[in-house]
């Protein structure tokens, strides 16, 4: 969006700032009658118990006392933690209490409960009821930051009265970790969501141009006598999944049709009131979501995110690099992630020997996975994880003869992190250790597979200043990949090192080594409050570092630095709500001191008073270097171009509600051209069924797409080698449906489909005609011939240069996508899952139309 736009947009807005008012005191009181939970709060604790009634609005109107009164107390026993809320509304009709499956943000009105039990400041849990009873939950970590993967084993139940509607909760003692003391003091708050003005109450609520949430948590007095429990559950578990396939005629391991049952185990078992160890045995996760279908023409792998509930629910204790601060800004920073948990149990990775037919697995088999999570004292936090996956082989045929082959060895993983926060927030250290060690033997794996690789990181911040406006973060972390000769040489030259690029003065390949090592590291410093904001960062990926086997990484050879100034209005102007623009430099080389990417990035976002929400961003990229584009060989050029974006987004409230966007791309030379429009539009039919659609379209030409490298030592420009390129012109369409019906909640009926529609048309190819150059010769002129039926070239007609074969690169993919899931939590904590997923493609080569018909 432009920036002079927002300006006027948010003018005059910042008048008189609120006051920051003391959260008010909450008392909890015993109770020693039994406590049903219907929502009713008939008990006689209800009427007794100190009621805490002070809110303050964070929105709209930021500062403002609510425009509805609520009424919250707390009581407790020997086994659990109590919240009753009457939450007054003068338009009872207008409540919106909407049913989704658990965790579903649905934008009705809400009554949250946060607690911190440690009173730490930093951290906590979360617990959420609507007004028609669905319930959210999930862990509080770094003062600000939520991560709902988490589930607890809780009750929450709402009813709807003349006089608006109420809420009780039960949260056993065995969902929270406390430290056992005589007197506990714990740190509470409480936000009211009313959906048709979109208000937000709290009782200790953070400035929107300040920092901070957990630490303003008032003090929870009372309670007395309370002893945390010991906490073991084991979960049984017995799966039947049937598989219908397609299949080749006379294969002999595959039919069409197969059943595979199977059983297991999870188990929870808490070590003191601290600590707790989450295991499995055999896990299955056909619940899961399946992964969207991509077409990837890059040399870097596609990220999908973690979906099992397993390596989910937990994972913040896992995250590195990342404390203190609240504003991470990346501008052409690919960070590493030190831990990436769909690294166990993933696809086995051994090649395959020839044979007319085979089977092998889809993924690898966890034989077992525990991770030991919680805090100790003096401010330490942990978290450690151990996985085993089994030895996987492939069934063959060959002629007749059937064998197996190993495709996987077994494989032990480890992960372990520890932080220590100081007792007033101000600091943080921290350190984290990633294994991975495989038992590969004497077999073919030993060439294909590392043998061990292991990473060690350290991370930490501090806040500056008194009243924390500035804070500085950093980590380091490095590794070491051990292997055969054969092994390591193939490391070297993948696409995340490419140690052959002939024209590099900084990296070497060594068909001798036998292991890779590398450092990482980055150092941050954020203005955390005020209008005016700033973010600075320096990192630098060192062309060794390789976290790949239990990590993961986009790029390594990266220096990279930039700097963002914003600016954001937090207070309702004349049509906006709030709104921000910010600015921003950056700059990456690699260790040769190669500018690889740089650029100016301007964006602005405004929130209007209609609840319409827009965003914008313009950048502008000079020409800059690619060591990437020849997978390997040498420079050549980026040309310079611009980039802009521009979405906008309705009202989430409404039963129907949109967004739509548009993205360009324009560089010179048609080096790489094209607009990606996307669209949503979500309907609620009834308050219990929701229906979405996101298609998106792209239209991209890449002035020079990868094809293929060949040898020929006349090529003396480029050093022995043909880099083979094409122009591509690529449509691309992909639909998101999703259709949520919810019966109540604790049974819940979910189905995703994705089509995916592809064609990528190339003409007439041709190879780079110089290193640190955007210029390709192309082929079937200046005395070269090109056969675009059969893909033959020559690339000096007559002359002595060796021909070769590129083939007909024109593809038409298609595919889809999906699953349906029955879900019934048929009590707290135990689920009971039918599922029927669908996946299909079809691929048809040399033919780059985009059409329906084919």
Known sequence: MNVALLLALAGASQNVQPIELPAPPVHAVRTTTPMVMDGLLSEEVWATAPAVTTFTQRDPTEGAAPSEKTEVRIAYDDEAIYVGARLFDSQPRTIVGRLGRRDASLGADELTFYVDPYHDGRSGYYFAVNAAGTLRDGVLYNDDWNDDSWDGIWEGRAHVDGEGWTVEMRIPYSQLRFRREESNAWGVNFRRYLCRTKEEDYVAYTPKKASGFVSRFPKLSGLQGIVPPRRIAVTPYTTTRAEFTGHDAGDPFNDGSRVRPAMGADFKVGLGSNLTIDGTINPDFGQVEVDPAVVNLSDVETFFPEKRPFFVEGANNFRFGQGGATNWWGFNWGGPNLFYSRRIGRAPEGSLPDADFSDSPAGTRIVMASKLTGRLGHGWSLGALHAVTASETADLAQGGRRFRAQVEPTSQYVVARALRESPDNRRGLGVMATGVVRSLGDGRLRDELNAHALTLGLDGWAFLGANKTWVITGWAAATDVAGTAARITDLQQDAQHYFQRPDATHVRLDPTRTSLRGFAGRATVNKEKGNFLLNAAVGA?????????????????????????????TKAGRLTREADVGLAYFRSYDFGGNVTWQGLFAHGSARLKNELRLFGFVAYNPDTLSSTRTRGGPLSRNPHGIEWDGSIRSDDRRKVFARFGLHGSDYAERSENGRWLFAGLTVRPRSNILVSFEPEMSWTHNGAQYLDTFDDPLATTTFGHRYVFAPLDQTTFVGGLRLNWTFTPRLSLELYA???????????????????????????ADGSTYDATTGDVDPDGPGPAPAFNIGTPDFNFKSLRGNLVLRWEFRPGSTAYAVWTQSRSDQQDGVGEFALRR
């Open 754 to 780: 994705q089509p995916l529609l592809s064609a990528g048309d190339y003409a007439a190819p041709g190879e780079l005609s110089a290193p640190r150059t955007y210029s390709f010769r192309t082929y079937g």
């Open 541 to 569: 990926i060192d062309p060794g570092f390789d976290v790949s086997d239990v990590g993961f990484q986009w790029r390594t050879d990266v220096i990279n630095s930039h700097l963002w100034t914003g600016y954001r209005w």
